[in-house]
């Protein structure tokens, strides 16, 4: 299973940014995706996650009211709508897809690569 990840760059204060990751490779079915961030001398941590059929989400609490995770099954999409980013935000974000809810960084079977989220003025 392969994961591409796009939409990442560079954006000021207050303003927003879509993420994409699409799946592809042998997959008969993936339940879990989601999306982990590190930034620059951090541990990667755990953003936002959903179920297969988006009926559970998940999101880290500094992510709770200003991001959304959607996922398009048909096309094997997951997104990531990030609104009133902040410096703090900036980081390499990365797709995941789980074995098991809630989505855990230990859980993740397949990493995409990083793409990269600038917040700044």
């Known amino acids: 299973v392969q994961l591409q990840a796009s939409g990442g760059g560079l954006v000021q204060p207050g303003g927003s940014l879509s993420l994409s990751c699409a799946a592809s490779?042998?997959?008969?079915?993936?339940?879990?995706m989601g999306w982990f961030r590190q930034a620059p001398g951090k541990e990667r941590e755990f953003v936002a996650a959903?179920?297969?059929?988006?009926?559970?989400?998940h999101y880290a609490g500094s992510a709770k009211g200003r991001f959304t995770i959607s996922r398009d099954n048909a096309k094997k999409m997951v997104f990531l709508q990030m609104n009133s980013l902040k410096p703090e935000d900036t980081a390499l974000y990365y797709c995941?897809?789980?074995?098991?809810?809630?989505?855990?960084?230990?859980?993740?079977?397949?990493w995409g690569q990083g793409t990269l989220v600038t917040v700044s003025s």
């Open positions: 959903l179920t297969r059929n988006g009926g559970f989400t």
């Open positions: 490779g042998s997959i008969s079915s993936i339940n879990v």
């Open positions: 995941a897809v789980g074995s098991s809810w809630p989505m855990e960084r230990e859980t993740v079977v397949y």
